[in-house]
């Protein structure tokens, strides 16, 4: 197959040990080095259609200015030199180097440093290192003004997320601010009624005769009308999600149900109503006929197959057809391909929020601002911290507010 998809590792009970080891390290880092040599712009910011770099970088360009606004909308107005932790091939990076004199680009896969560096377009005003320990001791304490981490910490492991959440404080000069994104947990569910639990989906585009012999790691849209066919309602916050596994001719998963297209219902359907979704699915690489199982999963309940609703079925039979993308860094034009090789899941981890916050004031920073984030996905609470290395300015400035608010109570 040619894609990876999130695999959740975090739960409520998400662990908050501290403990991190070379075992971690070294897997993360090899993980994520092979990601960078397959796609390495899908595995940074994932959709089903490979990114050309243009389109690629500008989502970046938009991020950063995004951000930049809701700090600006908070009274804060970073600028000097920059930090971005879990650079990637610099989607982030090259925007941020808009913004500020200085900006340093970390990443624990040399690969990915790599393939940084050819895009890069601000010469020595924006560098790029690898980080693969557990910390940033590359850095000295107080020698950034803006940190900035983004759809990073959920995939490094709670325990190595609280560690750099903390020498996020460490780098920061006081007066600095960090903003970063973390989930907190799995989202909490509204059960269905078990009569509410049936669904009736139905192929409306292509017509089966259109999905024989299609090039093997090729992408092909779909269009799946989902009928409930229950006399309850499906509403948003039962967070139900149209979802394909990949299973062989005798009926076997051949690949994590988390590996193949996902839609979420974000309106709900009405009792006995139907919705049309569109998926957008990356075909097996191997040749040969596959089957594609449409079903509906409600998260943190399970699978509606699983209480008697009928799935869908797709026979699809593939041949060859597709190169793989070539294992070197990509030229600065060269779009992020579809590849033979089935790259490593991408994990999902939680900080709770509680600890995000602990480690800030325990680091000497201030939350400013903890704001709701929805880039971890339809699965995930999930925030946007801004916080700010306290000075001794800061601190009367904190002092006299809490007075205030005191006074005004």
Known sequence: MSWPRLRSVGRKNTTTSTATGPLEMTALRDNWEELARSIPMRSILWRQRPWEAEEFFAT?????????????????RP????????????RLTQALANQFDEVVGVDVAAPMIEQAKNYNRFGERCRYLVNATDDLRQFENASFDFVFSLIVLQHVGTPLAMRYISEFVRVLRPGGVAMFQAPSEIVSTLPLAPSAIRAELELIEPPLEGLENLPSASIVSLQIRVRNASSLPWLPEHRIIVAGKWRDRDGRTVVDPEQGPRTPLTLGIDAAASADI?????????????????????????WFAEQGSRPLAIPISV???????????????????????TPPPIEMHAVPRAEVLRILQAGGAEPVAVLDDTSAGYEWVSFTYVAQKRSSGLRRWLRGAAGQRRMNS
């Open 278 to 302: 569109a998926a957008e699915v990356s075909l097996p690489s191997e040749p040969g006929p596959h089957v594609l199982e449409f079903d509906l999963h409600q998260v943190g309940h399970g």
């Open 60 to 76: 970046g360009r938009e991020q950063v200015d995004r951000s930049m606004t809701t700090l600006s909308d908070l009274g804060i």
């Open 319 to 341: 041949i060859g057809g597709v190169a793989p993308e070539n294992t070197r860094a990509p030229g600065p034009e060269q779009p992020d391909r579809a590849v033979a090789a």
């Open 79 to 90: 600028a000097g030199r920059a930090l971005d932790f879990g650079c990637g091939i610099g």
